[in-house]
């Protein structure tokens, strides 16, 4: 079955250092992956998405990701945080089961130091 | 009009009320969804509705019951729950294009039993 693990639980960065959060999937078929990102009670929000178009992608608010399919990765990066970065990142894949059904890896806290 | 809205964004019900969450979407899309999330936890897959059909139930119990009156909107009733019930509430909708559910969210109704 498709799944998502996402290494570290929480990432600390200072202000304006590189950002990266790591995300690996397992799937049996292409998959589908994207980056969600959850500001403090509020509800999700769509960073980027990987669809087999281009494995190098560009999202909202400086992220992109790469997917490379040898190491099952799809890791986020952000070549200098800022405060308003500190969130929760939710890695997720779909495509396995069914195209509508996604699967979120457990969550990456990232705080942002000054 | 990008915009999931849900009502309420807080309730506080007594294990034996019966109450309602209620989410609306004007962008067209024919899938929604119900996820349930504990704090510092991904968003757990309830029910999907496609077209307005029933298409995922995720083995949810009955306690939680869905409706679907139109494309538009997407219920969840609750009775007799349980203070494990008690979670962040989040509506989704999404459009498939090429294959992909890009997943729009609302912000979530906060759930407390007592």
């Known amino acids: 079955a498709q799944s998502v693990t996402q290494l570290g639980s929480h990432v600390s960065v200072s202000e304006g250092a590189l950002v990266l959060l790591r995300c690996n999937y397992s799937?049996?078929?292409?998959?589908?992956l994207f980056w969600y990102v959850q500001y403090p009670n509020q509800g999700l929000q769509l960073l980027l998405k990987?669809?087999?178009?281009?494995?190098l992608v560009k999202g909202i608010n400086g992220f992109e990701a790469e997917f490379k399919k040898s190491e099952t990765s799809f890791h986020l990066t952000k070549p200098s945080a800022h405060m308003s970065d500190a969130a929760e990142y939710f890695c997720?894949?779909?495509?396995?089961?069914?195209?509508?059904?996604?699967?979120f890896g457990p969550g990456t806290s990232l705080s942002v130091i000054p | 009009d990008t915009e999931v809205t849900q009502t309420p964004k807080h309730l506080v019900m007594g294990m034996t009320n019966k109450k309602s969450l209620k989410c609306e979407q004007h962008?067209?899309?024919?899938?929604m969804y119900w996820y349930k999330q504990k704090a510092k936890k991904p968003p757990e897959l309830m029910f999907v509705?496609?077209?307005?059909?029933?298409?995922i139930n995720e083995s949810v119990p009955s306690r939680f019951s869905p409706e679907c009156p139109n494309s538009s909107l997407l219920n969840l009733h609750l009775h007799a729950l349980q203070p494990e019930d008690s979670a962040l509430y989040l509506c989704a909708s999404s459009q498939e294009v090429n294959r992909v559910y890009e997943q729009y969210f609302g912000p979530g109704t906060r759930l407390t039993v007592t």
């Open positions: 962008m067209g899309h024919r899938a």
């Open positions: 997720a894949v779909s495509g396995e089961t069914s195209y509508d059904k996604v699967i």
């Open positions: 799937s049996s078929v292409p998959p589908y």
């Open positions: 509705y496609s077209y307005e059909k029933l298409s």
């Open positions: 990987y669809t087999s178009a281009a494995t």
